[in-house]
């Protein structure tokens, strides 16, 4: 459903197999090569669970929808499926205690609170008839920004689900000038949040907000944010819909912030599992439940040989490179984390690719940019 990364490890790259022999001595092995036999399987995989595209009205409904279909993922599920994410602080350091030298850097690029208030609180004539409970609402969020946003070091994880980030961001750090803000698309998901034990306004802020929507209006300006976080999420929207997100975030950030990104690769065994009919679009597939995902590819010139072979017209607007650049953000890694997992009772061997990712907004960028 999501990412299968748990529980502590190294970081990638520091476990190499040298020795086939010794495949089941450990759980999993990083930056396994592929050889040609098996891309040509993984090819073949793809072009048999992709021959039968979702018919266009389902396509569509599972677009409309979506947030229905996460809504009732996490009524199921609850607080239950996904572990926390306690490995991001091995590959994401940023996110630990102590590493707030990209804040201070970017302090002296950063608007006052209330210069950004006033940029970003322009208020239409339309809106003065609101309800009287809308007006209570706007009212929460603004003295939410007033108090939060100017904070030394502001974190938005995006698709922030039950919380499986957030509260371990938070117990890692104790600097009382952290806030971590967390939005999804799923208001049970936000709910869920909202009601866990840790949950602290001082500390956090829990909001419902679909990424795709250009006019959304954040509890925060833009240009506040220190960390942008998109952890196996970007996946879950629609590619035509994907530079949208991504170039809007990149407003959020300030000169000098960061998103942080990780998510699945091109031919990862989730994608290889699918079966026939379940396939919206190249490389997008919806599961069982109605949930989606897409398998990202690093960059044309990256990937796999019969990627750039084959895929190279289906790929060019999709990979990330492409995408993350095309927002005005710098590229500060960009690795295919290519893992050999192995279930060492049954002897199984399950080759995953999961893309990682920093891109930097420059700090002489301007937010009108």
């Avoid at 003065?128 to 409970?133: H, K, L, N, P, V």
């Avoid at 840790?198 to 795709?212: E, G």
Wanted: glycine content about 4%; hydrophobic content about 30%; overall charge negative.
């Amino acid at each position: 459903m999501a990412d299968e990364v748990e529980g502590k490890r190294p970081q990638f790259g520091s476990r190499l197999l040298t020795d086939p022999s010794k495949v089941f001595e450990h759980n999993a092995w990083d930056n396994v090569e592929w050889d040609s036999e098996q891309e040509q399987q993984a090819l073949k995989k793809i072009t048999e669970n992709s021959a039968v595209k979702i018919e266009t009205e389902m396509r569509e409904k599972y677009e409309t929808e979506a947030s229905n279909f996460w809504d009732e993922f996490y009524n199921q599920h609850q607080n239950r499926f996904f572990k926390d994410r306690h490995w991001l602080f091995t590959e994401f350091p940023e996110l630990g205690a102590g590493t707030n030298q990209d804040t201070k850097d970017s302090e002296s690029n950063t608007n006052t609170p209330s210069s950004l208030l006033d940029k970003s609180e322009t208020v239409s004539k339309d809106t003065q008839a609101q309800t009287e409970d809308s007006a209570v609402s706007q009212q929460k969020d603004r003295l939410l920004r007033e108090k939060n946003y100017s904070k030394k070091k502001c974190v938005l994880e995006v698709g922030c689900g039950v919380g499986n980030t957030i509260f371990p961001i938070l117990e890692a750090n104790n600097d009382p000038n952290l806030f971590v803000y967390g939005c999804d698309f799923s208001k049970t998901a936000v709910d869920l949040v909202k009601e866990h034990q840790d949950y602290n306004p001082d500390r956090c802020h829990a909001f419902v907000c679909d990424v795709t929507q250009e006019d959304f209006v954040y509890p925060f300006p833009d240009g506040s944010l220190d960390i942008i976080l998109l952890i196996f999420v970007l996946s879950a929207v629609h590619p035509d819909k994907m530079q949208t997100v991504i170039s809007r975030l990149a407003k959020l950030l300030k000169p000098g912030g960061v998103i942080l990104f990780r998510d699945y690769g091109r031919y990862d065994l989730a994608q290889l599992r699918f079966k026939k009919g379940r396939c919206l679009e190249d490389n997008f597939y919806v599961r069982g439940d109605g949930t989606r995902v897409y398998f990202f590819e690093q960059a044309i010139r990256k990937m796999l040989s019969f990627s750039r072979q084959d895929n190279s017209k289906i790929t060019a607007k999709h990979d990330l490179s492409r995408m993350f650049s095309s927002a005005g953000l710098v590229e500060e890694q960009n690795h295919v984390d290519r893992r050999l997992q192995v279930n060492r009772g049954r002897q199984l061997r399950m080759y995953r690719i999961w893309i990682q990712c920093k891109y930097r907004k420059p700090k002489e960028m301007a937010e009108t940019d």
